[in-house]
């Protein structure tokens, strides 16, 4: 049986960071005319274009910095990874190789593919919602890990 922790169930938190994400993608798009795809964001950075680096430096050192500052004004919640380095090597790389042959990432495709309408980022999407549910039922309730 699953037990859910209520105290921990935080939904003002959660929309109100999910209506901060849909208004910096949406700004991000009609501001730049890009995805706000970390994915795509990062492998430019691979083989940039000329004039092409600057924004992608920027957007990323933004993800890193955010809880930089954030520790600034408060503590950072603790985190609990219950998964060793070899796990964790493992589920990024897959993940990598996910997001090449979806063509683009969650954020890419769930946040701002969604909100175009694709339907390539629906399907997308929702083979990354079936292939998350199928892990974890595996992993947790088939292998009892």
């Known amino acids: 049986m699953i037990e859910i922790a209520w105290s921990n169930f935080t939904p003002w938190s959660a929309l109100l960071g999910g209506i901060l ?5 949406a700004s991000f798009l009609l501001l730049n005319g890009r995805i706000a795809g970390i994915s795509g964001i990062l ?3 691979l083989a940039p274009a000329k004039g092409d680096i600057a924004w992608r430096l920027a957007f990323l050192l933004g993800l890193i910095g955010a809880p930089v500052v954030w520790v600034l004004a408060t503590e950072l919640p603790p985190i609990e990874i219950e998964a060793g380095y070899p796990a964790l090597i493992i589920a990024g ?12 990432c969650t954020s890419g ?20 919602m079936a292939a ?3 892990t974890v039922y595996v992993i947790r309730h088939l292998l009892g890990v």
Not at 21 to 25: E, L, N, P, S
Not at 93 to 104: A, D, E, H, P
Not at 109 to 128: D, P
């Open 109 to 128: 495709h769930g946040v701002c593919g969604l909100s175009r309408l694709s339907l390539r980022s629906l399907a997308a999407t929702l083979s990354f």
């Open 132 to 134: 998350g549910f199928v």
């Open 21 to 25: 994400v849909g208004i910096a993608a």
């Open 43 to 45: 492998g430019g950075l």
């Open 93 to 104: 790389l897959l993940v990598g190789i996910g997001t090449r042959y979806g063509s683009g």
